[in-house]
T-cell receptor, first 114, second 114 residues
Framework: AQSVTQLGSHVSVSEGALVLLRCNYSSSVPPYLFWYVQYPNQGLQLLLKYTTGATLVKGINGFEAEFKKSETSFHLTKPSAHMSDAAEYFCAVSAPRGNEKLTFGTGTRLTIIP | DAGITQSPRHKVTETGTPVTLRCHQTENHRYMYWYRQDPGHGLRLIHYSYGVKDTDKGEVSDGYSVSRSKTEDFLLTLESATSSQTSVYFC?????????????FGQGTRLTVV
């Protein structure tokens, strides 16, 4: 079984500052890992994913995440926050087969301070 | 957006009544999922389907049933709605294939049980 833990249900950063959203996973097999973003009253949109290969993955809107097996982490970062980044972010994990269900974390709401 | 349509988008219903939510996809993907989203819980899987008439339970399946008689439609039924089922419901499809593992989500259905 897979699970994820997102540390911090709310994170606030100043515009232009570094964004760091934390995700730790638990998996009995090598995982597939995802970050999704949800803007108010909308569905979820994929930011980036890790399946195999390069452990630093780049996504849309300047976000990236690094898979660290030794730390069982997949933290999301962005060097410089923009007001438009304000949203809720979800980390998700699945077993490495395309048919497996995604298991989500409880989400982190990101607020950008002008 | 992977051609996913959820209906209705909003619904208010009374306790004890049955309710059916519909998820329709236009691209014949095999895997479909129903999640509910609640504050502090992230997204939790209710039921999923891996083909016509092939479904399985997720982590919060009590009080829900599903049906999939056609590839394109995945129906979620609340057999006798309760206030605890007030939530936002998301349908998702999982794209599988070489390099493709991500899920795409519908816009959600906001259900209020009074």
């Amino acid at each position: 079984a897979q699970s994820v833990t997102q540390l911090g249900s709310h994170v606030s950063v100043s515009e232009g500052a570094l964004v760091l959203l934390r995700c730790n996973y638990s998996s009995s097999v090598p995982p597939y890992l995802f970050w999704y973003v949800q803007y108010p009253n909308q569905g979820l949109q994929l930011l980036l994913k890790y399946t195999t290969g390069a452990t630093l993955v780049k996504g849309i809107n300047g976000f990236e995440a690094e898979f660290k097996k030794s730390e069982t982490s997949f933290h999301l970062t962005k060097p410089s926050a923009h007001m438009s980044d304000a949203a809720e972010y979800f980390c998700a994990v699945s077993a490495p087969r395309g048919n497996e269900k995604l298991t989500f974390g409880t989400g982190t709401r990101l607020t950008i301070i002008p | 957006d992977a051609g996913i349509t959820q209906s209705p988008r909003h619904k208010v219903t009374e306790t004890g009544t049955p309710v059916t939510l519909r998820c329709h996809q236009t691209e014949n993907h095999r895997y479909m999922y129903w999640y509910r989203q609640d504050p502090g819980h992230g997204l939790r899987l209710i039921h999923y389907s891996y083909g016509v008439k092939d479904t399985d339970k997720g982590e919060v399946s009590d009080g829900y049933s599903v049906s999939r008689s056609k590839t394109e439609d995945f129906l979620l039924t609340l057999e006798s709605a309760t206030s605890s089922q007030t939530s936002v419901y998301f349908c998702a499809i999982r794209i599988t294939g070489t390099g493709n593992t991500e899920a795409f989500f519908g816009q959600g259905t906001r259900l209020t049980v009074v």
